[in-house]
DNA sequence: TTTATAATCTTGACAATGTCAAGATTAAAT
DNA sequence: ATTTAATCTTGACATTGTCAAGATTATAAA
């Protein structure tokens, strides 16, 4: 509750950059991307059409920032799920990550989508976008190192069980959040599913 | 190279339909989804601005085409996968099968981003979509339930490992479709690495 | 073959959007 | 108090999706 509501002067707005962001990820939950104008989020916060130019630039620019406030957010998840476990007991938190990752993903479906949507990825550059993005992997495969170290799963390329995790957990976020499997009548509840499947997962490792 | 090319007739184009569908995936292998238009993909067919509404009505309805059309590529792809294998190797099938899914997704990119994107999967309905999307799932369970069959993975709810091999491999297939790998010089070779994390995969399940 | 009907494509129009330029208002710094 | 920078508004323009009405061609019916 701690905002800096600077008091708005009915022309300087005070927080508009995060008051559209906010904007802009309510208007995503209920229209999808493709739903999000810079106008209608302007609207939104009442401001004029041009106003969030001036914080972001253009489109690509709103969804750059909300794609690294969504990676700070999902940084800060992880590591809180990490850190819920003693320090030798590394496969549990092999597990508690990736579920960190996709509870993060169903919960926070519009930063979810953002942070991976294709566009961004492809042309650059972002510099800081690029940094934050990269955190997520590396947090995993710092686990998966802990795990080899303390022999709880048998030795391999980090590198690659790393990735083999990621892309488990990365596959299940985005099937949950698209709604590819409940629109299928595969699925209950999400995290129950999800918590199915990093079993599997890391069961298998462990045999590996 | 048996087109029906009817003699275009410079007013009645001939085959308007799937040569749009084709400027539109070129369109998108160069700018991305967000750069297709239709009146973009129009101008690439030498046709009117309002031509395209004709055969697909809007927008969505262009893209659920080519999802269509793309998901039926992709069904060929994995049921011939399968029938290079004899059918008592089925273990083997459920590596070709996973294979040949990522496989699609990197040589048809375009076709896949479409086929997955968010804004088709929300509102339909587009019944014939549905049904062709349901197929590749279903061509991965039954291959499932052959390796159990045959012994060669532990019992365990058909749908959770079916479904824990789809995740995977449709994780894989993202990250690679999106370049979030290469981009962060993860990656040499795309099919190289899908190997890789498949044989993990299978490997996992096996001692499951 | 001639005619009627449907399919296909064009033209013209409208509202909505991203983006830019120029100006108005307020905050911050000097 | 004055200058400078930051923030927001207004107005404009090209582009886009979409609709309606009309033109052209294919197809079916007579």
Redesign the pocket.
Known sequence: MAKKS????????????QTLIGHALSIIDNEGIGG????????HA?????????????????MVAIAIKGFSKMILQMEKALSQTKDDNSLLKLKLIGLAYIEFAVQHRSFFKVMYHSELSKKGPYPDLEKESRIPFKLLKSTVQDCQDNQLIKKGDIENIALFAWSTVHGIANLLVDSQLKSKGLLGDDMQYADHVTNLLYTGLKYQ
């Open positions: 600077k008091k708005p002067s009915s022309y300087h707005h005070g927080d508009l950059k999000l104008t810079l106008r209608k989020a302007a609207r009442g401001v004029s059409h041009a106003a969030p130019a001036h914080h972001f630039g253009d489109m690509k620019g709103l």
